[in-house]
């Protein structure tokens, strides 16, 4: 039993055949760009090709950057990627490969394929943290993902870690998503890749405001398990190292007990296996 996985992300979009038990196979990307017809045309191509032959494929499950609707139908908001809001994926992709089509928020799927397959496993209480270009978060309680507004636990990224600190894209200033973030890093660096950021300490800083984040958001959630992952957390170990710093400085007492702050194991890979598990 397999289904289709698509990582719809701000600037590339993965897609890749995943099996019941979380096995990525067939992986290819294509960029996330305008215009809209463009794009649909390039993401059913590898999905033609996944959803041809006797693969036993179940569905499609799609990650998407951004909040959805209550159908899991469509994208209703992200300001990095607007010619995508509201536009009709779940029906478009199912009227071309006649499969049943699922939307679910990337962050969620991430923290739904950790909890099935990766460094959520057991927890009966998972937070899941992705950082990236965005920060995004997902809950699992007793298997069951937390939707408090959007579809989402909220927007994490923009509680505020540093007072008074980086304008944030959101219009507030000092929230996570602009001290912590791919971007933050980078404009202090002066670079325009993550791996060419030379300087340990500015990851190792970010991580800090990870863990501010993470200490903030588990007296909240009071999680057994604060899984941390996305694109800054594989660029370098200082994140991780950073935010467990932070967490064991600040976090209450009782959010230092219940809470174990860990690393992804699934990497990039969390989002697809999660979106899989939406369908199989
Ligand atoms: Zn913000």
């Not at 990095?80 to 478009?92: C, F, R, S, T, V």
């Amino acid at each position: 039993m397999r289904a289709i996985a698509v990582d719809i992300g701000g600037t590339s979009t993965k897609i890749a055949l995943v099996d019941e038990f979380g096995a990525v196979e067939r992986f290819t990307r294509v960029p996330t760009e305008p215009p809209l017809d463009q794009f649909m045309e390039a993401l059913a191509e590898p999905i033609g090709l996944l959803a041809s032959g006797d693969r036993g494929v179940r569905g499609v499950g799609v990650a998407i950057a951004g909040f959805i609707d209550e159908a899991h139908s469509m994208m209703t908001y992200n300001p990095n990627i607007p010619w995508l809001e509201m536009q009709p994926l779940q029906a478009d992709l199912q009227r071309r490969f006649r499969l049943p089509v699922r939307l679910e928020v990337d962050s969620n799927a991430a923290a739904l394929g950790e909890y099935r397959f990766g460094s959520g496993t057991g927890a009966k209480r998972l937070l899941c943290l992705t950082i990236g270009t965005g920060i995004g978060g997902g809950f699992v309680a007793h298997g069951e993902l937390l939707r408090i507004t959007e579809q989402c636990i909220g927007d994490v990224g923009h509680v505020i870690v540093q007072p008074g600190g980086r304008l944030c894209t959101c219009g507030g200033y000092g929230c996570a998503e602009a001290v912590a973030t791919a971007g933050a890093i980078l404009e202090k660096a002066g670079v325009t890749t993550l791996k060419d950021v030379a300087d340990p300490a500015l990851f190792r800083e970010a991580g800090r405001y990870v863990g501010l984040l993470a200490a903030s958001l588990g007296a909240i959630f009071f999680p057994d398990r604060i899984v941390i992952g996305g694109g800054v957390n594989s660029a370098s170990s200082e994140l991780m190292a950073g935010a467990r710093e932070e967490f064991e400085k600040s976090a209450g007492s009782e959010v230092k007990k219940r809470a174990r702050l860990i690393p992804t194991n699934l990497g990039a890979r969390a989002p697809l296996i999660g979106a899989a598990c939406s369908i199989i």
